[in-house]
């Protein structure tokens, strides 16, 4: 019986590894974005050396982000690209051992202001992406005032067109954005907890979650190697 199922499994497998594997994201640059119709970012690059050294084909499309998130829970895709954890998506998503970065979540605003205590947000707006998950502090904090943005163009719209208060986001991400249409802001010293892990996850197939796994493992090598750190310093300014 034991035999039997084996060899069902590797007939599975191997018939579905006919076609690529099917990794959905949405646009977080300089993590993942277009530039000049081309995907870049630091996580397609190490998405592809990594799946390069593994030697799996894969497709990577961009769709909004709840989207993406609807399309793991269906099993319509296979793999979801910088997506963080909670115990939501534990449900219909398997998270490896290894995450691809971690990213920081802060607070930004119009104004250099010292924000110390969450009172401080009492009678304010604080501007967020549609079907985000920050951190299980702000998540926590239901008193919070929030709007939300279909895109991180929009969020920043909401801020410098002062509909919000304040737009928290991903260091990286709003600095990015910011910079690349000559635009003012302040990063203010306050973060909700610590800096949140970002993976490669996997649909709760059978041959889904294998590949992650051996994905995971040879991404823990390569963020050893000298190219790895070559690639972050590439896109860190």
Not at 66 to 91: F, H, I, P, T, Y
Request: net charge positive; hydrophobic share 35%.
């Amino acid at each position: 019986m034991k035999k039997l199922v084996s060899l069902l499994l590797i007939f599975i497998s191997s018939s579905l590894l006919a076609r690529p594997i099917e990794v959905v994201t949405d646009q977080y640059p300089p993590y993942i974005y277009y530039e000049n119709g081309k995907l870049v970012g630091i996580q397609v690059e190490i998405l592809s050396e990594v799946m390069s050294k593994i030697k799996i084909d894969y497709t990577l499309t961009v769709y909004p982000w709840k989207r993406c998130l609807q399309l793991m829970k269906n099993q319509n895709a296979d793999l979801l690209l910088g997506v963080m954890k909670n115990s939501d998506r534990e449900e219909f998503m398997f998270f490896p051992d290894e995450e691809i970065v971690n990213v920081s979540n802060k607070l930004f605003s119009l104004t250099n202001e010292k924000i110390k205590i969450k009172s401080n947000f009492q009678s304010k707006t604080i501007g967020t992406m549609r079907g985000y998950y920050y951190s299980e502090t702000f998540m926590s904090y239901k008193f919070l005032n929030k709007m939300e943005a279909n895109s991180h163009e929009q969020l920043l719209d909401l801020l410098f067109r002062k509909r919000v208060d304040y737009i928290i986001g991903a260091e990286l991400v709003i600095r990015y954005g910011a910079r690349k249409r000559g635009l003012p802001y302040y990063g203010l010293n306050y973060e909700f907890g610590k800096s949140q892990k970002h993976y490669v996850a996997s649909s709760k197939g059978d041959l889904a979650t294998s590949i992650v796994k051996r994905f995971s493992k040879e991404l823990s090598s390569f963020k050893k190697t000298e190219r790895y750190r070559e690639l972050i310093k590439k896109y860190t300014f």
